[in-house]
Each structure stands twice: as C-alpha cells, then as structure tokens.
C-alpha cells in the first residue's frame, strides 16, 4: 500500500469534517442568532419546528449575549433550532395579531375600535398560521411589565420572549419584514391607550400605568404639573417634546416654563436633572441604541 493510499481515508475524513463545518456555519438559523446578539439581544433556542424548549434545557432562562454559549448551544441541539429571543430589559415588545378564525381575528378587532393602522413603515414579521408580530420600541416613561397583555379577541401584547425568524413552525416558516428589531418605531399612541389601564380580576379599570398620553402632556403644558406627579410629569413631557423634534433649547425652555407655572414647582436644579437624562436617552435611541 503506497503512503498516498495510506493518507486517503484521512484526507476524505478532513473533508468530511469541513463540508459539515462549512453547512454549519452557513445556517440561517445561526446567522440570524449572531445578528440578533451583536444587536444586544438575549437569545436561546428551542425544539426544530415548534415553539416549545429542548428536553432538560430551561427555555428562556438560557437565553445569552454571549456568542460561544450560543454555539454551544447549536452544537448540542441542532443548526436547524429555532431561534427566540427575551424581550424583558430589551425595550421591545411586540403586538401579536392572530388570523386563526373568524371570531379571532386581531385586525377585525382594532377595526372594531376604530382604529385602522398601517404597518407598511413598521418592524414586523409574518408566523407560520398567518398572524403578524409587529415589534415596537417602548418610551422611556413605560414600564412594558405593567402593561396589559390581552388587549381583544386576536390581539395581545408581549413583554417577555418571542420566536423570531427564519424559525420554521409546523413545515412554514416566520418571514421578517422592515428595519432590524433596533429600528423598530416607538409604540404608537393607541396602542398606549389600549395597553395603559391595568384591570383588576374583576375587569375593572384601576389605575394608570406612570406614563401620560398626547392630550395629558399638553394639558401639563396649560396647566403646569400636578403635586405627587412632578418628577413623572416633567419626565414624560421633556421625552415627549424631544421625540417630536422639538428644539432641545426650545423643549428645556417649555420644560421650564411649564414648572415654574405649576402650583408646586420642582427645584431647578431637579428639572435641568430630568430634562439633560431625557436628552441623552433620546440622543441614544437616534442612534440605535437602548
């Protein structure tokens, strides 16, 4: 037996091995996971072609930012896992529209209540029965954890981990639409209305999550903020101004004014505090960042 005879069984195992590697590493499924990471988002896997965990992993609770973890990951499970991520401390959460049926169907819903909107400019992905994920950036002065979740027949708010594409469902796949998840747009007002009023167990509105909408903020500007309420008050309506593309002196001095009109204003210092963090979260989010 020659010594190239010898090396062939090698040779061809090698290639084996960097045929397997190359199908690896081009998955979309991995590419997709690795995009999602350098955007700063939680990632974990979950069973081929379902939405439900891998036996003796813990789902969402696995979910990391850390690339090597994530390949691990693969590597135990499969390239072709499907891909989630968690939406707590991402500042996403995403309306999911179901088009099951008839009786739930999430656009004939907001149609019921008057509201007819667009997602053509939107981030918002297609699932595997039809419905549509569409994911937006919360305010600043929103707390995604205390937002209501079920909004109507076909519709609901989710605040805690999603699946996202290409992840395939049943043999058909969940198809992406528009920008990166880090340029989704702020969620709109009526979807803050609908989502802010928190009921108790017995279906009765209760109180307001601490955020304010479009009518209250320019009723602060008339009537100044309201004792109890300043700090949030002077948080939402500096956020607000500056997310509309008001002037940032112009927005500090409506700001200012709209205090030293209050019944009780805060100190200056206190205002110029809130306004200048409102500013630089507001600089950070035009620049894609959290």
Excluded at 4 to 31: C, H, L, M, R
Excluded at 131 to 141: A, L, N, T
Aim: positive net charge; glycine residues 6%.
């Amino acid at each position: 037996m020659s010594e190239d005879t010898k090396k062939a069984p090698e040779q061809k195992f090698g290639d084996q091995v960097q045929e397997a590697t190359n199908k690896f590493i081009n998955s979309n499924y991995i590419i997709k996971s690795h995009e999602l990471i350098e955007q700063g988002y939680k990632v974990y896997l979950l069973s081929q072609g379902t939405n439900t965990p891998y036996k003796g992993s813990r789902g969402h609770l696995d979910a990391t930012k850390d690339v090597k973890v994530l390949t691990d990951m693969f590597l135990k499970y499969g390239a072709n896992s499907n891909v989630a991520i968690t939406l707590r401390d991402s500042k996403l959460v995403v309306l999911d529209i179901d088009r099951h049926t008839p009786d739930k169907n999430g656009l004939q819903t907001l149609k019921q209540l008057g509201i007819t909107p667009n997602f053509d400019d939107e981030v918002f992905e297609t699932s595997p029965r039809n419905g549509i994920h569409v994911f937006y950036r919360v305010p600043d002065d929103l707390y995604a954890t205390k937002l209501k979740r079920n909004i109507g027949a076909g519709l609901e708010l989710v605040t805690d981990k999603i699946t996202v594409a290409p992840s395939v469902k049943g043999g058909v796949a969940y198809k992406h639409f528009g920008k990166s998840f880090n340029e989704a747009n702020l969620m709109p007002d009526w979807l803050i209305e609908l989502v802010s009023n928190v009921a108790t167990s017995g279906n009765t509105q209760t109180k307001r999550v601490p955020r304010y909408s479009t009518q209250e903020r320019w009723e602060m500007v008339l009537n100044g903020f309201v004792q109890g309420q300043r700090n949030n008050m002077c948080v939402s309506l500096s956020g607000y101004l500056l997310r509309i593309n008001v002037d940032p002196n112009t927005a500090y001095a409506i700001v200012k004014k709209v205090n030293a009109n209050s019944d009780v204003p805060l100190a200056d210092k206190e205002v110029e505090t809130i306004y200048r963090s409102a500013y630089q979260k507001e600089k950070q989010r035009r620049l894609g960042g959290r």
